[in-house]
């Protein structure tokens, strides 16, 4: 028998359980005991499985993307510029979702702060200052780290792990290399053992949601789907779109380009199954081998432009939906964290997902929110995937560019000295 893909048996979730949410919140004589018994005890599962993936396959990939090549090319004159061009269009990606969240407010106007966190507390200390707040990060004790999830904690030593990593002899760093990728690989099929059971989850939390808010609790996960679009769209054109200007390329000729590419990325929400097709056009487009073989790889596990503005958007929808207030100091501090978390979501479908767990985890936001997104998140995911693909398009081009510009100056400074 043919096995139903597991985006279907998630909105087959989603629909059994807004339809027994909706029975029992219609029938309440049973309701507050089916929600509190079997209903959220169900989505409950869920979201402490996804807490329990996040750090470690978060600390692997961290690892992984800095000393995965096995040489020291990755933190070159190529590889600054690259990470450095990451970080900032990331950045800039997750502060216009956190932008167009503020403006439009698709979580408000839903009292859902009532199921388990009413009064939530955010855990961020807005007064502290910037070197206090470096302090809290760096761990006493990375195993202490680890066990009570304090992500930005692990990030700073697995930073610190993965170029230490690059500094050994290649006989020494390479074993090392493999049990994290090993370890990096078991993570990603415990988080298959986890999204296999989300149908379950998003049916016991989607209907736990309805049994006692009634179908008013849903409106906002539509709001959320066209803030997270337009957000996509703006970004592209607007950011993707002035790079392209200033390299004096045009956005609409490279998406004609890359049609084919952009298309399965959508309809499949994978970007890494359109990588080797992405690289070879590139190299086709005119862009060197070289720039071509160690931007994109490393651009899949560090450039990744729509799961960036997912994060943005999500985070504000969950503490809007949830009544929790975020000053303008939190969420510069959630910047930081995005910037760092997005960096391990290498492709894979959902993983965006696993990553706003940690992000909501490491604020101390109620996660229940994400088992609410993730009946929709298909949705969502395949307009994120395309963006990420549609980045990474552009990215070595821009490294191109830089090189060349290196490159002729290198050649002038040569030229004049033999003046």
């Known amino acids: 028998m043919k096995k139903i893909p597991l985006v279907w048996q998630i909105v087959a979730g989603l629909a059994l359980g807004i339809l027994v949410g909706w029975y029992f919140n219609t029938h309440p004589d049973?309701?507050?005991?089916?929600?509190a018994e079997i209903l959220k005890p169900l989505g409950d599962i869920f979201i402490k499985m996804m807490k329990m993936v996040v750090v470690p396959i978060v600390f692997c990939c961290m690892v992984l993307g800095i000393a995965g090549g096995g040489?020291?090319?990755?933190?070159?004159?190529?590889?600054?510029?690259?990470?450095?061009?990451f970080f900032a269009?990331?950045?800039?990606?997750?502060?216009?979702?956190?932008?167009?969240?503020?403006?439009?407010?698709?979580?408000?106007?839903?009292?859902i702060a009532g199921m388990s966190h009413a009064g939530a507390a955010v855990n961020m200390e807005p007064s502290k200052g910037a070197l206090v707040i470096l302090q809290n990060i760096v761990?006493?004790?990375?195993?202490?780290?680890?066990?009570?999830?304090?992500?930005?904690?692990?990030?700073?030593?697995?930073?610190?792990?993965g170029m230490a990593l690059?500094?050994?002899?290649?006989?020494?760093?390479?074993?090392?290399?493999?049990v994290l990728q090993g370890a990096s690989d078991a993570m990603f099929k415990v988080v298959a053992f986890v999204m296999a059971y989300a149908p379950i989850g998003v049916f016991g939390m989607i209907g736990s949601t309805v049994?006692?808010?009634?179908?008013?609790?849903?409106?906002?996960?539509?709001?959320?789907?066209?803030?997270?679009?337009?957000?996509?769209?703006?970004?592209?054109?607007?950011?993707?779109?002035?790079?392209?200007?200033?390299?004096?390329?045009?956005?609409?000729?490279?998406?004609?380009?890359?049609?084919?590419?952009?298309?399965?990325?959508?309809?499949?929400?994978?970007?890494?199954?359109?990588?080797?097709?992405?690289?070879?056009?590139?190299?086709?487009?005119?862009?060197?081998r070289r720039i071509v073989s160690f931007v994109v790889p490393v651009g899949y596990a560090f450039n990744l432009d729509g799961a960036s503005i997912f994060l943005g958007?999500?985070?504000?929808?969950?503490?809007?939906?949830?009544?929790?207030?975020?000053?303008?100091?939190?969420?510069?501090?959630?910047?930081?964290?995005?910037?760092?978390?997005?960096?391990?979501?290498?492709?894979?479908?959902?993983f965006a997902i696993i990553i706003l767990s940690a992000t909501l985890a490491s604020a101390g936001l109620p996660l229940e929110g994400v088992a609410l997104i993730?009946?929709?998140?298909?949705?969502?995911?395949?307009?994120?995937?395309?963006?990420?693909?549609?980045?990474?398009?552009?990215?070595?081009?821009?490294?191109?560019?830089?090189?060349?510009?290196?490159?002729?100056?290198?050649?002038a400074n040569q030229a004049a000295r033999h003046l």
Not at 30 to 35: A, C, G, K, N, T
Not at 141 to 147: D, E, K
Not at 214 to 231: E, H, N, R, T
């Open 30 to 35: 049973y309701q507050q005991w089916v929600s």
């Open 71 to 85: 040489d020291n090319k990755s933190f070159g004159r190529m590889g600054v510029k690259s990470i450095g061009y």
């Open 89 to 111: 269009i990331t950045t800039l990606a997750i502060i216009l979702g956190l932008v167009l969240a503020n403006l439009f407010e698709p979580g408000a106007g839903t009292d």
């Open 139 to 161: 761990p006493d004790n990375i195993f202490v780290s680890l066990s009570e999830g304090k992500l930005l904690s692990v990030l700073f030593f697995a930073v610190l792990f």
């Open 166 to 178: 690059n500094c050994l002899p290649r006989e020494k760093s390479v074993p090392v290399v493999a």
């Open 211 to 288: 049994s006692t808010f009634g179908f008013a609790s849903l409106l906002p996960l539509l709001k959320l789907i066209g803030v997270v679009y337009l957000s996509l769209i703006v970004f592209a054109v607007v950011v993707l779109g002035g790079i392209c200007y200033l390299l004096g390329e045009n956005l609409f000729k490279l998406v004609r380009y890359f049609k084919d590419e952009l298309i399965l990325a959508f309809s499949s929400a994978a970007s890494a199954a359109v990588m080797p097709q992405l690289m070879n056009k590139l190299e086709h487009y005119g862009v060197p």
């Open 313 to 350: 958007v999500a985070t504000i929808f969950i503490a809007q939906l949830y009544g929790i207030d975020l000053s303008i100091t939190q969420q510069i501090l959630l910047v930081v964290t995005m910037v760092l978390t997005s960096k391990g979501a290498a492709g894979v479908p959902g």
């Open 374 to 411: 993730a009946g929709i998140f298909r949705v969502i995911d395949s307009g994120t995937t395309t963006l990420n693909v549609l980045g990474n398009a552009v990215a070595p081009l821009v490294i191109a560019r830089w090189e060349q510009a290196t490159a002729e100056d290198s050649q």
